[in-house]
């Protein structure tokens, strides 16, 4: 008989379904028949973005914990340790983008969808307030499927209060990019995300408030196809630029380029 192939080797992709084996995803995680990209891990994230071995990790403040004794949660939270073999779904340091010094977050949509909690906000919080003291451009990429239901309130808390540290980054004058990634939902789309000096996606980024079918529902009426795609969103004007993660880097470097050159000149 002849052995099963192991499973960890095929993925299907999410947009057209076809199996793709994993040395066909490419460096940039393509799928090889349609284009889609595939959600990156953490690990993947910086090394697509950052100079090599540039990225040093920042501790967080606080770990999360039940503090509302919601059923089955502290199991999750392991589960999502174990998994991504990170605390949370944050992750913040800072790195080198084309020798520029840059203070970073990285949201983990591997991690119980990159919920926002207690301690991801205090997390965003804590690389702003980072940039701020060293006043070191902000570099975050946001990806959330809302506000984790099993911190209830405290997880709605955390728009308000991350609005309220990134606002003083924006009065500082300090350089704030967002990138946000597939999926970046809910209060993180209602707040933070879109509250930057330069709003940029990935493309095929799913990115809204409530899901298309929930406003169908409500609203009574047929949205798009391509409602809430990143590509929507860049034609409707509530992006400043839809780039392919093979040119952001670049596209990044760029930006630094041009802000650091407006400091030297000023």
């Known amino acids: ?40 891990t953490v690990e993947q994230r910086i090394e697509m973005t ?32 174990q998994k991504t073999k990170h605390d949370e779904a944050i992750t913040i340091g800072t790195a080198k983008i ?9 949201m983990d949509n591997q991690f119980m969808v990159g919920t926002l909690n207690t301690t991801v906000g205090e997390g965003i919080r ?18 959330s499927g809302g506000a984790r239901m099993q911190e209830g309130i405290f997880s709605l808390l955390q728009m308000n ?7 003083r980054l924006l009065d500082a004058g300090i350089l704030n990019i967002n990138i946000l990634t597939d999926p970046t939902m809910g209060g993180a789309s209602a707040s933070f995300a879109f509250n930057s000096d330069y709003v940029l996606a990935e493309d095929h980024a799913q990115i809204g408030f409530s899901g298309k079918r929930v406003i169908e529902q409500t609203s009574g009426e047929q ?23 093979e040119k952001l880097k670049d596209v990044l470097q760029q930006l630094l380029d041009l802000h ?7």
């Open 98 to 106: 084309g020798n520029h010094l840059v203070a970073a977050g990285i």
């Open 260 to 266: 650091t050159a407006g400091d030297q000149n000023g």
């Open 126 to 143: 804590q690389i702003m307030e980072a940039a701020l003291e060293q006043r070191l451009p902000l570099v975050l990429f946001v990806t």
């Open 1 to 40: 008989m002849s052995e099963m192939p192991e499973q960890a080797l095929w993925s299907s992709c999410k947009y057209c379904g076809r199996h793709v084996h994993t040395e066909q995803w490419g460096l940039f995680l393509r799928c090889p028949f349609c284009g889609f990209p595939k959600r990156l």
């Open 161 to 167: 209060t991350i609005l309220a540290v990134q606002e």
């Open 50 to 81: 950052f100079d090599p071995d540039s990225f040093q990790k920042i501790d967080l403040n606080i770990k999360s914990k039940d503090q509302l004794h919601f059923k089955k949660y502290a199991d999750k939270l392991t589960k999502a340790q």
């Open 223 to 245: 949205l798009p196809d391509e409602f809430q795609s990143a590509e929507y969103l860049l034609e409707h004007g509530q992006l400043d630029d839809v780039i392919q993660r």
